[in-house]
Each structure stands twice: as C-alpha cells, then as structure tokens.
C-alpha cells in the first residue's frame, strides 16, 4: 500500500501531470464561486478534453477541478448567503450572518480551514478503506437504503425546535415537489399538468439556487443595505481571518467529526451533498455548549459544513472505485471519464491500477492545499464586497442567479423554477418556516421512493423485520421524540428554578427555537424593519 502511494505521488509529479492538475484548479475555483454551474455539469464538459490524455492526467484534472468545487462553492455562500455549489448550502447557515455581522473575514477563514482539514481526512479515509469498503457496502440492500433516508431526514425534521410541526409540513411539501415528473417505477408522469417542462421534475440546482441564494437577494434588496449590517472603517471586516483558522483548531472535534459524517454517508449513494452536510450540521448544533446561536452566526456551524463537503467527495469515490456504483452525482461523471480512459471500476483499480487510483488521493489533498491557498490570497477583496450597498449587488447577483439557474439545464424554465423557489424562500423567512428540511424531502423523496418500491418487491413487507432496518427506523424516531424530552426536562428546571430565574425565561434551551433554514432567520432589529418598509 505505501509503494502504491508513492507510485501515484510520483505520477502526479510529472510535469504534464501537473499542469493538468493546475489547469482542473484553475477552472473548479472560478466554477466554485458561480451559483449554479455545479461541479458535476462542468465535468461532464471538460471529459471531451481528456480523450488523448493518459489515466493519470485524466484524473489529476477532472478530479482536481471537482474537489475544488466543493472548497470554494462556501465563499459566495458565506458571502452573499448565495450557494455556488448545491452541496454548499448549510454553510450559508451560519456563515451568511456572520458576514452580516462584519465577520466575513473570520468566516471565511473557518470555512476554508475546516474545508483543507476535512479534505486531508477525506483522502486518508479513502486511502485506508479502499480494500476493506466492498463487503460492508455489499451487505446493505434497498430496504436499509431506504431506512437510511428516512434518518437523514427525520435528524434534519427534528432540529426546527419547538416548530416541529412546521418542519414536518415543509417536510411533506418538498415530498410533493419531488414526486413531479416521470413516477420511476411505472412511467406514469406525475403532477406535471400537461407540461412537458415537468416531465424531468423540479431541478434541484435552481430550487437551491432560489431557495437559499435568490431568497437573500430579495432580503437584501428590501432591506436597501450592504450584506454586511455593521459599521466598519479600513479593513475591520477581514482581520478575523486568522481567529477563524483558531476557531477550526479550537474547535477540532467539531471538523473531525463532520469529515467522518461525510466520509461514511458519501459512500451511500444518493446520501452525499447536501443531506450527509446538513445532517452533519445537526450533529454540530446538538454537541455544541451553545446551540440556539446557531443559524444566527456561529462559527461551529461554519466549521462543521465545511469539513463534511470536501470530506464527503472522497467517501463517495469509495465505492465508485471497488465496485463502480457512484456516490454521487459528481462520481456518476467520473464513472464515466474512468470508462472513457480504459480503466473498469473493481479488481482492476484496485490491483494493477493501484498506483492511478493512489494518485487520485494525492490530487484531492493537492489541489485542496492550492484552492484554500489562492483563496485565503484573495480574502480581503472577496470580504469587502458585503460592504458595497446591496443596491449596486443586487443587479449582478440577480443576473448571476440567472445564468446558475439556466445554465443548469439550457431551459428557461429553470429560471421560473428559481423565482418562484426565491417567492417561497422569502416568505419561508418572513413567517419563521424552516427550508431546510424542504430541500431535504426534495432530494430524498426521489430515492426513498425508490428504495421502498424495491424492497416491496423483492420481499413484500418482510423487509420490516430486516435488523438493520429496525435499528435504523428506532434512530429515526429517537431524533423526533428527542426535541420533546429536551424541551419538557427545560421546562421542568424552569419551574423548579421559580420565576425569577433566567433559565426561566425565554432564551431557556426549552423555548429556544432552533432553526437551521436561514441565516436571515434572526429577530430582526427596527432599523432593518423600516428598511424593509
């Protein structure tokens, strides 16, 4: 094993090799940064491009301009609230506030750390486990698929607090939005109304898009100031650049953690991206001393999503590399440009074309270093843009979520899709509505749908009393009935407390409403009011 990464090390090394790898940089960190572009269709791109190319070029390009996709999709997050990458939404949770708060230099500085750290713990997983991955995978099958997606949401369901309700409603909602289009297992169009638009269902880039990015423009707009909404002179808003990189070691539990949340779902496919994020988000706000500040500007949130979305990328090569089954949408592309270089997915990867597969692990580590590098060059000037009115924003961010929403898919309905996904993100902030778990039942309904209908017909209902399954299903009722425990032993303390006490108060644990929808979703302050007026 350690000759084979000093194989694929020295492979990377070669000149041409890095070039390439330079060039997959160059192109992931300008497609990072625009909303909606998305790694996986600038993949799809560039595979034409590595036709001439050996294996190990093919992969230090593709592979390098993938990764770092993931990296720098968090900067236009934390700084406008506006995701460049789908997978880049939880970190807009609590990043986008504190940007508002004059900390975007603090932010980013967390973010891109966390992000560097969950990369290097990526690729150690995925060097460590390729050899041992293919079993355990192999011994899970729809009903435990369809289990798992059932844990995803409910953790993301149960962090609306006191608003349960609503997070089951909106849960329920973005069911029916994800059961638009063609029905998978009869072929039957649903809920498409005649509309041929429809048939593919409901692009989950614009809906992201909108719903996160197009909502804050619409606030920004309303509220006729800059992103950020403190008073500043010089350049106050970028010196917390070095606390952030404190905050990522201070907090180093928080990123291990999220790195192996990320690792160990990104190899289930279809549990990547934004559901292993999120729900990695949710384990940071459940372990943390001060939970209610979170989606209000707290740096563990930052961190967490950070680490997960570049460690996630290496856990779902994992099982695209033993066995040919992608992880993810991005690793479905790089199925794809393996084929294309004459490499088969499994034994072959795995002995003769070790040292290739070694050098992938090399590039994820490498390229990382570069991005956060060149990232960290160009703070200051990215900082200083939540200082410009939003008046002057507002027009190129809105052309920017333009083009991300119909460059998705060429079709200018996706453009509709992302305003009416801003209408609904919009009111969701106004009347204190949780997206999150919205998005969520969007992206699972599709693949929950389809685990079910396998496991009913490879068995009937016998799958209920599959172990795993019954494991899996008593997680997911533990996260909905936890919030209740918590809220009624907060309630019992506060009593027992008396009146006068603070924990009695409104901002007890108990009354605290938790809410991981929106940075925006803080008390607004009157000033902001009449600026909405």
Excluded at 223 to 251: E, F, I, Y
Excluded at 305 to 332: C, E, H, M, Q, R
């Amino acid at each position: 094993m350690i000759d084979a990464l000093w194989s694929g090390l020295e492979l990377l090394l070669e000149p041409a090799t890095f070039a390439l790898m330079l060039l997959g940089v160059a192109i992931g960190f300008a497609v990072g940064v625009l909303p909606g572009l998305g790694g996986a269709v600038t993949l799809a791109l560039m595979i034409p491009f590595t036709f001439d190319m050996e294996p190990a070029q093919v992969f230090a390009f593709l592979l390098g301009m993938w990764v770092v996709t993931s990296t720098t999709g968090d900067i236009t997050s934390v700084l406008f609230g506006i995701p460049g990458e789908s997978t880049s939404a939880a970190a807009m949770l609590d990043g986008y506030p504190m940007s508002r708060k004059g900390q975007a230099g603090r932010a980013l500085g967390a973010v891109l750390s966390s992000s560097f750290f969950g990369a290097v713990f990526g690729a150690i997983v995925l060097a460590a486990s390729i050899p041992i991955i293919r079993p355990i995978i192999l011994s899970l099958g729809p009903p435990s698929f369809f289990a798992l997606t059932l844990v995803g949401l409910t953790f993301i369901i149960a962090l609306a607090g006191k608003n349960l309700l609503r997070g089951f409603l909106m849960a329920a909602l973005g069911f029916v939005v994800g059961m638009i289009g063609i029905d998978s297992a009869t072929g039957i169009p649903r809920y498409t109304f005649g509309q041929l638009d429809l048939w593919d269902g409901i692009g989950l880039v614009p809906l992201v898009v909108g719903l996160f990015g197009g909502a804050e423009v619409l606030q920004l707009m309303l509220s006729k100031k800059s992103v950020a909404q403190v008073p500043t002179s010089g350049d106050t808003q970028v010196t917390g650049v070095l606390d952030g990189v404190k905050d990522t070691l201070r907090h180093s539990w928080v990123w291990v953690r999220s790195s192996a949340i990320g690792v160990g779902l990104g190899v289930v496919p279809g549990m990547g991206g934004s559901v292993s994020q999120f729900i990695a988000y949710g384990q940071a706000q459940s372990a943390s001393k001060s939970p209610e500040t979170f989606g209000k500007g707290n740096v563990e949130g930052v961190i967490a999503a950070g680490a997960n979305n570049n460690a996630k990328d290496s856990g779902s090569l994992i099982p695209t590399i033993a066995f040919g089954i992608p992880g993810s949408v991005g690793t479905a592309v790089l199925l794809g440009a393996f084929l294309v270089a004459g490499l088969t997915p499994g034994p072959e990867m795995l002995t003769t074309q070790l040292p290739v597969t070694m050098s992938m692990v090399w590039v994820m580590v490498i390229a990382n270093a570069i991005a956060v590098g060149v990232a960290f060059l160009v703070l200051k000037p990215l900082a200083k843009l939540t200082y410009i009115r939003g008046t002057l924003l507002v027009p190129f961010l809105l052309v920017l979520l333009a083009i991300g929403a119909y460059t998705s898919s060429n079709s200018y309905f996706d453009v509709f899709v992302m305003l009416a996904a801003s209408a609904v993100g919009v009111l969701a902030i106004r009347f204190d509505w949780p997206r999150v778990p919205f998005l969520l039942a969007v992206i699972l309904g599709a693949i929950a749908e389809r685990y079910l209908f396998l496991s009913y017909s490879l068995t009937g209902w016998d799958w209920l009393a599959d172990p795993i399954v019954i494991v899996l299903f008593l997680i997911s009722a533990a996260a909905i009935v936890r919030p209740f425990i918590k809220n009624a032993r907060a309630r019992r303390r506060a009593r027992a407390a008396g009146p006068d006490s603070p924990t009695a108060g409104p901002d007890s644990p108990g009354a605290s409403t938790v809410n991981p929808s929106s940075p925006a979703e803080t008390p607004t302050t009157t000033s902001e009011k009449s600026g909405k007026r």
